[in-house]
């Protein structure tokens, strides 16, 4: 499988900054990344697909003026939180798929709060 | 509609005590199933795909099995360290590699 890192681990900011958080795949190339948010006692919501090299895939209801992706190589994507709100906290988490464009293999995701 | 529903939501068993854990599918075709563990705080950690009903895997104490209806994760001799949130995803052939998300079952073990 593939190892996935991500930067901040946690993150602590206040109401209307940005917040960018770094996913890292650390041993394979990824053409595909994915980005979820998950909330408290809840399942993992998809937020964005995104390709290197080409604009990102927005769920519905997500919007990409407050959450902007890129994924400028094979091997980092970013999620910029911009403006961010109270109720952007949550627990970010990317995935990278692998080479089968399968199976996703996820990050140790980064806890957001916003106060 | 795509759904995926696991059951039980949580799960405590005692040390040694097997169990089976459910995630029944609806989806338009199947490319994968996906089986993985989430500990608190934690990413997902993967631990299995399924691709094709009959087809089981296996990894250490954990085994899963796949029909066209269900995947079941047994557990055998559970020890403490394997509490998580399990969680279940299916990959539809028209889904553009996207996964539909059970809601997980808690799994404790007492010792």
């Known amino acids: 499988g593939a190892v996935v890192s991500q930067h901040p681990s946690w993150v602590i900011c206040k109401s209307g900054t940005s917040v960018k958080i770094e996913c890292r795949s650390l041993d394979f190339q990824a053409t595909t990344m994915f980005w979820y948010r998950q909330f408290p006692k809840q399942s993992l919501m998809l937020m964005a697909t995104?390709?290197?090299?080409?604009?990102?895939?927005?769920e519905q209801g997500v919007e990409k003026d407050k959450f902007l992706i890129n994924h400028a190589s094979l091997t980092l994507s970013t999620l910029t939180v911009t403006s961010a709100h109270p109720e952007d906290s949550s627990f970010y988490i990317c995935s990278v798929a692998g080479s089968n464009q399968e199976t996703q293999y996820f990050g140790p995701g980064t806890r957001l709060l916003v106060l | 509609e795509d759904q995926v529903t696991q059951s039980p939501e949580a799960l405590r068993l005692q040390e040694g005590e097997s169990s089976s854990l459910n995630c029944s599918y609806t989806?338009?075709?199947?490319?994968?199933l996906f089986w993985y563990r989430q500990d608190p705080g934690k990413g997902p950690e993967f631990l299995f795909t399924?691709?094709?009903?009959?087809e089981e895997k296996e990894k250490e104490r954990l085994k899963a099995t796949l029909t066209k209806k269900e995947s079941f994760l047994h557990i055998t001799a559970p020890k403490p360290e394997d509490s998580a949130t399990y969680l279940c995803?299916?990959?539809?052939?028209?889904?553009?590699?996207?996964?539909?998300w059970g809601a997980g079952t808690k799994l404790i073990i007492k010792p």
């Open positions: 995104s390709n290197e090299g080409s604009k990102a895939t927005y």
């Open positions: 995803a299916v990959q539809a052939t028209d889904s553009n590699y996207q996964l539909i």
């Open positions: 989806v338009s075709g199947l490319r994968g």
């Open positions: 399924l691709y094709s009903a009959g």
